[in-house]
């Protein structure tokens, strides 16, 4: 597991079809998570076309996720989906961006792909919730990040369990441990802050 390389992100998302529900995935207090996307995206499509990739572009606005997003779609592929949890125009989403730049998604190509199980569709036991209360776990998890150390440790089946250090093999204890994991979600938190949807990481 230590050579499969680390995903820059923490959720993924999933899509059904014909129906397209479409589903957010993430993980908090070790706990994985998922949500039902409810509410239809509403576009405003404009008049305003461009090439991308040889493909004639056409233009359309919305508001999703505490943000504005400008996006460019085609009717020379006629499906009404795109990156992420976007979809819904009349034709492949080929780019769309918030009008800050701070993400951005681009088509650059198509292939065909085998339709081979993935590790990463594998079953796995999910807790559905709400954006509201994804959003509750998530405060939670950024003030006591330590959280589940400190619940293992009260139990007894681990008084005497002992843990050692991966990188010199030295003793930890509790304190390391809950030290560790506090200094890890802080660095973490810093770097990791500017998120697609700020509506749930408020």
């Keep these: 597991m230590r050579k499969i390389k680390q995903s820059k992100v923490n959720f993924r998302i999933s899509k059904t079809y ?3 529900e479409i589903v957010y995935h993430s993980m908090i207090h070790a706990t994985n998570l998922a949500i039902k996307a409810v509410d239809k995206i509403k576009w405003t499509v404009l008049s305003e076309t461009k090439t991308i990739e040889k493909f004639t572009a056409q233009k359309a606005t919305t508001y999703f996720g505490g943000r504005n997003w400008i ?10 989906d795109g990156p992420y949890t976007f979809c819904g125009l009349p ?5 769309i961006e918030d009008n800050k730049a701070n993400h951005q998604f681009k088509f650059v190509g198509n292939q065909k792909i085998e339709n081979k199980q993935r590790r990463m569709d594998s079953s796995m036991k999910e807790i559905f919730v709400t954006k509201k209360k994804l959003n509750v776990l998530w405060n939670e998890d950024k003030k006591d990040p330590a959280k589940n150390i400190k619940l293992m440790h009260s139990s007894s089946q681990m008084s005497e369990t002992l843990f050692y250090n991966a990188h010199n093999e030295s003793p930890m204890s509790k304190q390391d441990l809950i030290k560790g994991k506090q200094q890890r979600a802080a660095e973490s938190i810093k770097k990791n802050n500017n998120f697609i949807d700020v509506t749930l990481y408020k």
């Design 18 to 20: 014909p129906s397209f």
């Design 91 to 95: 034709g492949l989403l080929l780019t």
């Design 71 to 80: 996006a460019w779609f085609t009717n020379g592929i006629q499906i009404q």
